[in-house]
T-cell receptor
Framework: QKEVEQDPGPLSVPEGAIVSLNCTYS??????FMWYRQYSRKGPELLMY????GNKEDGRFTAQVDKSSKYISLFIRDSQPSDSATYLC???????????FGKGTTLSVSS | SAVISQKPSRDICQRGTSLTIQCQVD?????MFWYRQQPGQSLTLIAT?????????ESGFVIDKFPISRPNLTFSTLTVSNMSPEDSSIYLC?????????FGSGTRLTVV
């Protein structure tokens, strides 16, 4: 079993839809959880950062962490064609250590 | 957040040759991380580079193949040595800065 599991998709939705992206993990020591967006031929860009359990909202994006279930989610409301990208979950057990990534989910939003 | 300048952005290399990738950060950082992203795969950590000491390599990656330089707190290089087609991948550097981690734009390497 990989440390971080993420459904690679692809996921196709119409503009305006609510998108749900998920990752599960096996290491209960993970405390820092991140979501990155990666456009084609670009480096990953940090979208959301969460420490421990709970929810965090930033504009159209909401990140949820459920440590008891070892499950994290990213919700995108009112999805736009510009949201079409690969979304990567990432996590670590200590601040300053390297991240462990999921495979990434490819999202396509059609207008 | 920190800004990383990574180059080259892409290269096509002959097998058996070496390529050095550079990352310059606009602020001083303690740790720099080097990742590889193969097609359809997640980012895999190659090594962690701390200024003034030898890099720490992950299982499956060795210094002779991927030597790393970290001469100061804003700069690092990764060399991919004696390349084979299996080394074709995207290579990324990363630093932690405040909350989260910043990544370079990546080097897309094709070995022919």
């Amino acid at each position: 079993q990989k440390e971080v599991e993420q459904d690679p998709g692809p996921l196709s939705v119409p503009e305006g839809a609510i998108v749900s992206l998920n990752c599960t993990y096996s290491n209960s020591a993970f405390q820092y959880f991140m979501w990155y967006r990666q456009y084609s031929r670009k480096g990953p860009e940090l979208l959301m950062y969460t420490y421990s359990s709970g929810n965090k909202e930033d504009g159209r994006f909401t990140a949820q962490v459920d440590k008891s279930s070892k499950y994290i989610s990213l919700f995108i409301r009112d999805s736009q064609p510009s949201d079409s990208a690969t979304y990567l979950c990432a996590m670590s057990d200590q601040a300053g250590t390297a991240l462990i990534f999921g495979k990434g989910t490819t999202l396509s939003v059609s207008s | 957040s920190a800004v990383i300048s990574q180059k080259p952005s892409r290269d096509i290399c002959q097998r058996g040759t070496s390529l050095t990738i550079q990352c310059q950060v606009d602020s001083q950082v303690t740790m720099m991380f080097w990742y590889r992203q193969q097609p359809g795969q997640s980012l895999t950590l190659i090594a962690t580079a701390n200024q003034g000491s030898e890099a720490t390599y992950e299982s499956g990656f060795v210094i002779d193949k991927f030597p790393i330089s970290r001469p100061n707190l804003t700069f690092s290089t990764l060399t991919v040595s004696n390349m084979s087609p299996e080394d074709s991948s995207i290579y990324l550097c990363s630093v932690q800065h405040g909350y989260g981690y910043t990544f370079g734009s990546g080097t897309r390497l094709t070995v022919v």
